[in-house]
C-alpha cells in the first residue's frame, strides 16, 4: 500500500496582528495550519518573543534572572535600551508592576511617564502591561494608552472584570490589546465576544488563555491553546482567531525549580542552567500548542528559544 | 481503516449466544469497535473473519515493550493526535547516545549517569530510560566491547545498539540474547540481513529511510521477512521535518489506519549545544516521538525534560493530585501560620508557590478532596466543615503547634462558623480568595 501524506486544508486561519511603527514593526499570527506544519499551508510570520522590563529594579526576580540586567535594572529606559540594543530584542514587554496597590503603588501619572520614557529610547515594538490588579489596571492602562497613542503597541490585558475600560482606551488610542481569561476555552471565548461587541476590531486582539510553568499546570495551558487554535482552523470560528501569547517569564521564574540552589536539591543539577532550561521548555512547548507571541525574561533562554524557532521555520 | 461496529457485527456469527459475555452479537460487536472487548472472547467465530477483524482492530500504532524486567518500558498504543481528546499512552522513552569511541571510564561514567538519573515528581519515578550505542568507530570489536561494558554495568537497561553493519549488530545483539534491544537499524541497503537478525535474536528493529514514502515501502519488506516490532526514523533530523513527519506519521496511522507507518517512532535530537539539544526533544516529546535519542543528561536538563514528558502525558481527564497530609514550607514552628486546601496538585502548586514567595515559614494542610480545587470540592460536598474538623484533629497537628488557628481559602469563607463549631478550641480566620494575595496576607500578618 503506496504511502498518501495524510494533509489537512483547514477553513479557517489565524489573524495576523502588527506592532510598532515604522521600520521596525513587526507581524506575528497570520497562519492557516497548525503550529509549524508549514508542509500544508502558509505560515507568514514567526512567533515573536518580547524581553520583559519592568517599571520597578526587579527585586521580586530571582537572582539568575535579575544577574544579567543587574546594571541596567534601575531604571526602566536603560533597561529598554540594552534589551534593544545589546541584547537585540525584536520587541519589549513593559510591566507596571510598580503600580499595584500592593507594592509600590504607583499612580497612573506616574506609569505614563515611564511608558513616555521608555517609547522615547527604543524603536522596536512596545508591549505595556499592568500589575494584574484588575481594579488598579483600568486607569493605569488608561494612561499608559493615551501616553503612547498611535505608536501601536500592545495594551494588556484586559479580563472579564475591567476589560470595558481598558478596550475603549486601546482603540481610542489605535493599540492592540490582549484578552486574558482563566484558562479555560469558553472563557475565552466569550471575553473575544464582548470585546468585539464594544466596537473593537477582533483582528486586533490578542488571547492571553493565560500562562502556566512547565511541571505547575503547562498541561492545561497547552490544551487549551490546541483546542483555541483547533476551534480556529476546522471550525473557522472567528472568535477564535486571534494570536495567542505565552506570558512565560513570569510563570516560571517564581517557582522553586529556577530559584532552589543545587545545594538544597543536588538531584536538580546547577540552578542557573535549570532556570534557563525551564524558561526555555516552557517557552517551546507552548509554542507547540500554538502561541505567537511570547514575553521571557532571561536572554540565553530567549536566545536558545530564537535559535529552535529558526530550526522549526528554516 | 477501523471497521464500524455495524461493519463488524456483520462478520460475527449472528447468534447471540452470549458466550462472549455480551447480551447480543451487535453489542459486542460495538464494543470491538469502541477497543472495549477483545475478539478472543467469541468462540465460534470464523478463521476468515477473525483474520480482518484482527488486522482492522489492532492498535494503529503498534505496542511494543523494549528492555525486560523492572527497567523495560512501553511505547506505541497511541490513539489520538492531540491529549485533550484522550491521554497518550506511552511516554516517550529518553536514551543517551553513547559512542563506541569513548575510553572505557567515559562509557562507564555515562553509564553511571543514566543509572543515578531517577528521580520523583508528584509521585512517579522518573529516569532516562535507556543507552542508545553508536557504533562511531565502524570497527566491530569496539562496538562489541562497549556493548560487553554496558551489559555487565548497566544489565537492567533497555539497549539500542546503533549501527548499520549486519556483522556488528550480530554480534553486539547476542550478548543482550532475551533483552529485547532495539537493533537501529534497517535501511534500504541491508533490510533483509537486519531482518534476518532481529528475527533470530527476537530484537525490535530500527527502520531508517530518507523519505516517508522510503520508510513505509521498507516497513512492509521487513515485516513479510517475519519481523513485527520496528521502530521508524524518517531521517528527519532538523525540528522542522521533525515535526512535520512525526505528524504526517500519526495521522497516516491513526486517521487512516495506515499500518506501514503504525510503529512507535525514534527521533535523533543530539546537538552540540546542550540547551538547543533538551529543546529539540522537547519538540519530540509534545509531538509523537517515542524515542528521543539525547547526547548528553546533566541533572538539569533531565528534570526539565521528564517534568514536560510527565506532563504532556498526564490524564487530561483525571486531575493531578498530591497526597494528602501537613506540608511544611520553609521551617515553621510551633507559632507558624497553618492554612488549609484542597489536594489538586495545581491547587497545591499555586498556593505552595506562594506561601514560599512570602518567605513566611507556613504549614499547608492539604486535604484529599478527590483531586477537585476548592470551589468544586466545597461545591461537591467534599470540603465541608464536618470533613475539614475530623481532617485536622486526625492529622495530630494539635501536638505540632502552639496556636489553634487555621487559615481557610476566601473562597469558603462561608464555612468559618460551621468549621469552629465542629473543631473545639480553633479559631478560623477567612484568608485570601485567590492565591496570588497569599505573600500579602501572610507578610502583613508577620509584621
Redesign the interface.
Same mark, same amino acid.
Request: hydrophobic content about 40%.
Given at each position: 500500500m503506496a504511502f498518501v501524506a495524510p494533509k489537512e486544508t483547514y477553513s479557517g486561519k489565524v489573524y495576523q496582528v502588527n506592532a510598532g511603527t515604522g521600520a521596525n514593526a513587526l507581524s506575528f499570527g497570520g497562519e492557516n495550519v497548525l503550529p509549524f506544519n508549514s508542509f500544508e499551508g502558509t505560515v507568514p510570520n514567526k512567533p515573536l518573543i518580547a524581553y520583559e522590563i519592568q517599571d520597578i529594579p526587579p527585586a521580586d526576580w530571582p537572582e539568575n534572572v535579575q544577574k544579567p540586567y543587574s546594571s541596567v535594572s534601575g531604571d526602566p529606559v536603560t533597561w529598554a535600551k540594552f534589551c534593544q540594543d545589546t541584547l537585540k530584542a525584536k520587541a519589549i514587554a513593559l510591566r507596571l508592576i510598580g503600580t499595584h496597590p500592593d507594592r509600590e503603588n504607583r499612580s497612573p501619572e506616574d506609569a505614563a511617564k515611564t511608558v513616555k520614557d521608555v517609547l522615547s529610547a527604543i524603536n522596536v515594538p512596545l508591549i505595556i502591561l499592568g500589575s494584574n490588579n484588575a481594579e488598579k489596571d483600568a486607569p493605569v492602562l488608561i494612561a499608559a494608552a493615551e501616553a503612547s497613542k498611535d505608536k501601536n503597541c500592545i495594551i494588556g490585558k484586559a479580563q472579564e472584570a475591567n476589560y470595558k475600560t481598558i478596550a475603549a482606551a486601546a482603540m481610542a488610542n489605535n493599540h492592540k490589546l490582549i484578552a486574558m481569561s482563566e484558562l479555560d476555552i469558553n472563557l475565552s471565548k466569550q471575553l473575544n465576544i464582548l470585546i468585539t461587541q464594544m466596537g473593537f476590531d477582533k483582528e486586533r486582539l490578542i488571547t492571553d488563555p493565560m500562562c502556566s510553568a512547565l511541571g505547575y499546570g503547562l498541561e492545561y495551558t497547552y490544551s487549551v491553546m490546541e483546542r483555541i487554535r483547533l476551534a480556529a482552523l476546522t471550525q473557522n470560528d472567528l472568535t477564535m482567531q486571534p494570536p495567542m501569547l505565552a506570558d512565560v517569564g513570569m510563570y516560571v521564574w517564581k517557582i522553586k525549580e529556577t530559584q532552589a540552589p543545587e545545594s538544597e536539591v543536588p538531584l536538580w543539577g546547577n540552578a542557573e542552567e535549570r532556570g534557563i532550561a525551564w524558561e526555555a521548555t516552557t517557552a517551546t512547548a507552548l509554542l507547540m500548542s500554538g502561541a505567537e507571541l511570547l514575553i521571557m525574561r532571561h536572554p540565553k533562554a530567549v536566545e536558545a528559544v530564537e535559535k529552535v524557532i529558526e530550526e522549526l521555520g528554516g | 481503516m477501523a471497521l464500524s461496529g455495524v461493519e463488524i457485527f456483520k462478520l460475527l456469527p449472528k447468534t447471540n449466544c452470549k458466550k462472549c459475555g455480551h447480551p447480543t452479537c451487535l453489542a459486542f460487536a460495538m464494543k470491538l469497535a469502541q477497543r472495549q472487548a477483545t475478539l478472543d472472547l467469541c468462540p465460534d467465530v470464523s478463521e476468515e473473519a477473525r483474520k480482518i477483524l484482527g488486522e482492522a482492530s489492532a492498535p494503529p500504532v503498534r505496542p511494543i515493550t523494549f528492555g525486560t524486567g523492572d527497567k523495560a518500558v512501553k511505547m506505541g498504543e497511541e490513539t489520538v493526535l $492531540? %491529549?485533550?481528546d484522550k491521554k497518550f499512552v506511552n511516554p516517550c522513552v529518553l536514551a543517551v547516545e553513547i559512542k563506541d569511541t569513548l575510553s572505557e571510564s567515559d562509557i562507564i561514567k555515562k553509564i553511571e549517569e543514566v543509572l543515578s538519573s531517577e528521580?520523583d %515528581?508528584v509521585g512517579q519515578k522518573l529516569r532516562v530510560d535507556a543507552i542508545a550505542l553508536t557504533n562511531a568507530s565502524g570497527d566491530k570489536g569496539k562496538f562489541e566491547a562497549a556493548a560487553k561494558i554496558i551489559s555487565s554495568k548497566a544489565p537492567n537497561v533497555p539497549v539500542i545498539l546503533s549501527t548499520t553493519d549486519p556483522s556488528s549488530a550480530e554480534a553486539a545483539v547476542k550478548i543482550f540474547t532475551g533483552k529485547r534491544p532495539v537493533i537501529f537499524g534497517a535501511n534500504s541497503g541491508n533490510a533483509e540481513a537486519m531482518a534476518n537478525i532481529a528475527k533470530a535474536e527476537k530484537a525490535i528493529l530500527g527502520v531508517t529511510a530518507n523519505s516517508? *514514502?522510503e520508510?513505509?515501502?521498507l516497513t +512492509?519488506k521487513i515485516k513479510s521477512l517475519g519481523v513485527e516490532d520496528m521502530v521508524i526514523d524518517s531521517g528527519a533530523k532538523?525540528?522542522?521535518d521533525i515535526?512535520?513527519n512525526n505528524?504526517?506519521i500519526r %495521522?497516516?496511522a491513526i &486517521?487512516?489506519n $495506515? &499500518? !506501514?507507518?503504525g510503529y512507535p517512532v525514534i527521533n535523533f535530537a543530539q546537538r552540540d *549545544?546542550s540547551?538547543?539539544e !533538551?529543546?529539540?526533544a522537547?519538540?519530540g516529546i509534545?509531538?509523537y516521538a517515542s524515542i528521543i535519542v539525547l547526547s548528553s543528561i +546533566?541533572?538539569?536538563?533531565?528534570? !526539565?525534560?521528564f517534568?514536560?514528558r510527565?506532563?504532556?502525558y498526564?490524564d487530561?481527564q483525571v486531575p493531578m493530585q498530591v497526597e494528602q497530609k501537613i506540608y511544611k514550607l520553609g521551617e515553621p514552628n510551633q507559632d507558624s501560620p497553618l492554612m488549609i486546601t484542597t489536594n489538586f496538585s495545581?491547587t497545591y $502548586?499555586?498556593v505552595s508557590?506562594e506561601i514560599?514567595?512570602s518567605k513566611v515559614p507556613s504549614r499547608l494542610a492539604v486535604m484529599d478532596c478527590e483531586g477537585l480545587s476548592v470551589l468544586t470540592a466545597w461545591a461537591a460536598g467534599k470540603f465541608t466543615a464536618s470533613k475539614i474538623a475530623a481532617f485536622i484533629k486526625e492529622s495530630g497537628i494539635e501536638n505540632e503547634v502552639k496556636h489553634r488557628e487555621l487559615i481557610i481559602p476566601g473562597y469558603v469563607a462561608i464555612l468559618s462558623g460551621s468549621i469552629e463549631e465542629k473543631l473545639e478550641g480553633w479559631k478560623i480566620t477567612v484568608g485570601p480568595r485567590e492565591a496570588?494575595g497569599l505573600p500579602?496576607f501572610l507578610k502583613a500578618r508577620a509584621a
Amino acid at each position: 500500500m503506496a504511502f498518501v501524506a495524510p494533509k489537512e486544508t483547514y477553513s479557517g486561519k489565524v489573524y495576523q496582528v502588527n506592532a510598532g511603527t515604522g521600520a521596525n514593526a513587526l507581524s506575528f499570527g497570520g497562519e492557516n495550519v497548525l503550529p509549524f506544519n508549514s508542509f500544508e499551508g502558509t505560515v507568514p510570520n514567526k512567533p515573536l518573543i518580547a524581553y520583559e522590563i519592568q517599571d520597578i529594579p526587579p527585586a521580586d526576580w530571582p537572582e539568575n534572572v535579575q544577574k544579567p540586567y543587574s546594571s541596567v535594572s534601575g531604571d526602566p529606559v536603560t533597561w529598554a535600551k540594552f534589551c534593544q540594543d545589546t541584547l537585540k530584542a525584536k520587541a519589549i514587554a513593559l510591566r507596571l508592576i510598580g503600580t499595584h496597590p500592593d507594592r509600590e503603588n504607583r499612580s497612573p501619572e506616574d506609569a505614563a511617564k515611564t511608558v513616555k520614557d521608555v517609547l522615547s529610547a527604543i524603536n522596536v515594538p512596545l508591549i505595556i502591561l499592568g500589575s494584574n490588579n484588575a481594579e488598579k489596571d483600568a486607569p493605569v492602562l488608561i494612561a499608559a494608552a493615551e501616553a503612547s497613542k498611535d505608536k501601536n503597541c500592545i495594551i494588556g490585558k484586559a479580563q472579564e472584570a475591567n476589560y470595558k475600560t481598558i478596550a475603549a482606551a486601546a482603540m481610542a488610542n489605535n493599540h492592540k490589546l490582549i484578552a486574558m481569561s482563566e484558562l479555560d476555552i469558553n472563557l475565552s471565548k466569550q471575553l473575544n465576544i464582548l470585546i468585539t461587541q464594544m466596537g473593537f476590531d477582533k483582528e486586533r486582539l490578542i488571547t492571553d488563555p493565560m500562562c502556566s510553568a512547565l511541571g505547575y499546570g503547562l498541561e492545561y495551558t497547552y490544551s487549551v491553546m490546541e483546542r483555541i487554535r483547533l476551534a480556529a482552523l476546522t471550525q473557522n470560528d472567528l472568535t477564535m482567531q486571534p494570536p495567542m501569547l505565552a506570558d512565560v517569564g513570569m510563570y516560571v521564574w517564581k517557582i522553586k525549580e529556577t530559584q532552589a540552589p543545587e545545594s538544597e536539591v543536588p538531584l536538580w543539577g546547577n540552578a542557573e542552567e535549570r532556570g534557563i532550561a525551564w524558561e526555555a521548555t516552557t517557552a517551546t512547548a507552548l509554542l507547540m500548542s500554538g502561541a505567537e507571541l511570547l514575553i521571557m525574561r532571561h536572554p540565553k533562554a530567549v536566545e536558545a528559544v530564537e535559535k529552535v524557532i529558526e530550526e522549526l521555520g528554516g | 481503516m477501523a471497521l464500524s461496529g455495524v461493519e463488524i457485527f456483520k462478520l460475527l456469527p449472528k447468534t447471540n449466544c452470549k458466550k462472549c459475555g455480551h447480551p447480543t452479537c451487535l453489542a459486542f460487536a460495538m464494543k470491538l469497535a469502541q477497543r472495549q472487548a477483545t475478539l478472543d472472547l467469541c468462540p465460534d467465530v470464523s478463521e476468515e473473519a477473525r483474520k480482518i477483524l484482527g488486522e482492522a482492530s489492532a492498535p494503529p500504532v503498534r505496542p511494543i515493550t523494549f528492555g525486560t524486567g523492572d527497567k523495560a518500558v512501553k511505547m506505541g498504543e497511541e490513539t489520538v493526535l $492531540f %491529549r485533550h481528546d484522550k491521554k497518550f499512552v506511552n511516554p516517550c522513552v529518553l536514551a543517551v547516545e553513547i559512542k563506541d569511541t569513548l575510553s572505557e571510564s567515559d562509557i562507564i561514567k555515562k553509564i553511571e549517569e543514566v543509572l543515578s538519573s531517577e528521580l520523583d %515528581r508528584v509521585g512517579q519515578k522518573l529516569r532516562v530510560d535507556a543507552i542508545a550505542l553508536t557504533n562511531a568507530s565502524g570497527d566491530k570489536g569496539k562496538f562489541e566491547a562497549a556493548a560487553k561494558i554496558i551489559s555487565s554495568k548497566a544489565p537492567n537497561v533497555p539497549v539500542i545498539l546503533s549501527t548499520t553493519d549486519p556483522s556488528s549488530a550480530e554480534a553486539a545483539v547476542k550478548i543482550f540474547t532475551g533483552k529485547r534491544p532495539v537493533i537501529f537499524g534497517a535501511n534500504s541497503g541491508n533490510a533483509e540481513a537486519m531482518a534476518n537478525i532481529a528475527k533470530a535474536e527476537k530484537a525490535i528493529l530500527g527502520v531508517t529511510a530518507n523519505s516517508l *514514502d522510503e520508510l513505509s515501502a521498507l516497513t +512492509e519488506k521487513i515485516k513479510s521477512l517475519g519481523v513485527e516490532d520496528m521502530v521508524i526514523d524518517s531521517g528527519a533530523k532538523k525540528a522542522k521535518d521533525i515535526i512535520g513527519n512525526n505528524t504526517l506519521i500519526r %495521522r497516516a496511522a491513526i &486517521k487512516k489506519n $495506515f &499500518k !506501514a507507518l503504525g510503529y512507535p517512532v525514534i527521533n535523533f535530537a543530539q546537538r552540540d *549545544d546542550s540547551l538547543h539539544e !533538551a529543546l529539540i526533544a522537547a519538540v519530540g516529546i509534545a509531538k509523537y516521538a517515542s524515542i528521543i535519542v539525547l547526547s548528553s543528561i +546533566e541533572k538539569w536538563k533531565n528534570l !526539565a525534560l521528564f517534568t514536560l514528558r510527565q506532563n504532556i502525558y498526564t490524564d487530561p481527564q483525571v486531575p493531578m493530585q498530591v497526597e494528602q497530609k501537613i506540608y511544611k514550607l520553609g521551617e515553621p514552628n510551633q507559632d507558624s501560620p497553618l492554612m488549609i486546601t484542597t489536594n489538586f496538585s495545581l491547587t497545591y $502548586f499555586i498556593v505552595s508557590g506562594e506561601i514560599e514567595n512570602s518567605k513566611v515559614p507556613s504549614r499547608l494542610a492539604v486535604m484529599d478532596c478527590e483531586g477537585l480545587s476548592v470551589l468544586t470540592a466545597w461545591a461537591a460536598g467534599k470540603f465541608t466543615a464536618s470533613k475539614i474538623a475530623a481532617f485536622i484533629k486526625e492529622s495530630g497537628i494539635e501536638n505540632e503547634v502552639k496556636h489553634r488557628e487555621l487559615i481557610i481559602p476566601g473562597y469558603v469563607a462561608i464555612l468559618s462558623g460551621s468549621i469552629e463549631e465542629k473543631l473545639e478550641g480553633w479559631k478560623i480566620t477567612v484568608g485570601p480568595r485567590e492565591a496570588n494575595g497569599l505573600p500579602a496576607f501572610l507578610k502583613a500578618r508577620a509584621a
